[in-house]
Structure formats: C-alpha cells, structure tokens
C-alpha cells in the first residue's frame, strides 16, 4: 500500500514542472485561440517559482511543499494563478509525513469545490474544473475500494485527460474564453489541460 511522502512529492512538482516547461508553447496557443494567450507563460512562471521555493525553503513534508506551489501560484497573474493558489492550498492542510489515499482525496475534494466557488464554475463551462471534478471523484472511488496512492493517482490521471479531453466540444461559460463564443469549440481548455499533466506527473516514473 503506498502513501504519498516528501520526495514524492517533490519529484512530482518536478516533473510537472518539466513538462510545462515542455509544454509552454503549446498551452499558450490554446489560450491564444480561447484566451488572451497567456497562460503558458503564468503556468510557467508560477512552476519555476515553486522550484525555487523548495530549493530555498525546503519543505519537511508533502503538505509543506504542495504549500511552496500554492504561494508561488498566488503570486502569479492571470485568472489561473488564484484558482491554482488556492486549490493547491487546500491540497497542502494534508498532514504529516505520509499521505494515503483518502485523506489525499478528500483534499483534493475540498480544494476543487473551494475553486468551484470561487470561479463560480460548474463541470461543462469549459475550466480547469472539468478536470479536476472528475479527478477528485476518481481519487475518492479508488480511496474507498483500494486505498493505495499510487493506483489512485493512476485512475485520477486517466479521468483529469478525458476530462480535459471533454472540453474540447463545449462552448465556455466562464473566463475568457467564454467572450470567444464559437472560436473556441474545437479547443482544449488550458487549464483542464493543465490539471491532466499535474496528475500525469504523479506517477513515479513518468511514464505513460
Ligand atoms: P486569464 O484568462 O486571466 O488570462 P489564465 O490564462 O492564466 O487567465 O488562465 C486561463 C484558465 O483559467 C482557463 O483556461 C480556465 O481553465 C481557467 N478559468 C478561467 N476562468 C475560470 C473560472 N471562473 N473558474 C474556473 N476556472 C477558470
Ligand atoms: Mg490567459
Ligand atoms: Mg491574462
């Protein structure tokens, strides 16, 4: 049974942190054909500065360190960077040194409702919320009937890119996008596409 713990974690900000950077100029042209084209560059900005954060202030658990994420996201412009600072900070209230998979969940839970307000988003406008209500459920399914984070992760991802994938076909309701009116049907959302890399990073080896 495996608990999420301190390099883990740290690995995992890493690697998402990589693939963003691999990712830039892709996210910035769905945000320019849906948004104002920025969001590459804020996602980008917000991941270098939680690496800088671990490095200057190393965090002693995994709590700590999604903490280091969530003030480097609040201190990041766009409308993605207090949505994402404050949903990886109520991810970081998980406590202690290792992490199962219900209480990771139930993070996960509380801190997409609390951008789900804040946004005043539902599942099918369009955001970075169609991909992480169906991640949060995922975690939550798969805490109840196996309790290993590892394999939560796993359903977590796959259900993050099909949400993301389901963006595609909508009409946006929320942000930016949703001035574009009809441009932006046949586009991924960033920030759905966003929350599916988070999650793909999860996993230990990277691999897909
Ligand atoms: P901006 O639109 O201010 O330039 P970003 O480009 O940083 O902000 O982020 C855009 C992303 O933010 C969108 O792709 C979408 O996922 C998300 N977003 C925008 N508005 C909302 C909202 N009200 N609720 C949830 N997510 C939102
Ligand atoms: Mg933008
Ligand atoms: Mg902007």
Same mark, same amino acid.
């Given at each position: ?15 998402? @942190? /990589? *693939?963003?950077? &691999?990712? #830039? =100029?892709?996210? +910035? ?5 849906? !948004?104002?084209?920025?969001? %590459? ?59 199962? @998979? /219900? *209480?990771?969940? &139930?993070? #996960? =839970?509380?801190? +997409? ?5 804040? !946004?005043?988003?539902?599942? %099918? ?84």
């Amino acid at each position: 049974m495996t608990t999420l713990q301190l390099a883990w974690t740290r690995d995992w900000i890493a690697r998402f @942190a /990589a *693939e963003v950077e &691999a990712q #830039v =100029d892709a996210l +910035t042209e769905l945000d320019r054909l849906v !948004g104002d084209g920025d969001f %590459g560059r804020n996602l980008r900005s917000a991941v270098r500065a939680s690496l800088a954060a671990i490095v200057d202030d190393p965090p002693a658990c995994p709590g700590d360190t999604f903490r280091r994420v969530s003030d480097a996201f609040l201190g990041t412009g766009g409308t993605s960077g207090p949505l994402l600072g404050l949903w990886f900070g109520r991810i970081a209230e998980v406590q202690g040194d290792e992490v199962g @998979a /219900a *209480e990771f969940a &139930a993070a #996960v =839970d509380t801190a +997409t409702r609390a951008v789900q307000r804040l !946004g005043r988003a539902e599942v %099918g406008h369009k955001t970075m919320v169609d991909a992480m209500v169906p991640a949060a459920d995922a975690l939550t399914r798969a805490a109840r009937t196996s309790g290993d984070v590892a394999a939560a992760l796993a359903t977590a991802r796959t259900a993050a890119e099909e949400g993301a994938e389901s963006t595609r076909s909508l009409l946006a309701r929320r942000g930016r996008a949703s001035y574009v009116g009809g441009h932006a049907r046949g586009v991924v959302d960033p920030g759905a596409q966003a929350i599916a890399m988070f999650f793909a990073a999860a996993a230990p080896d990277g691999a897909a």
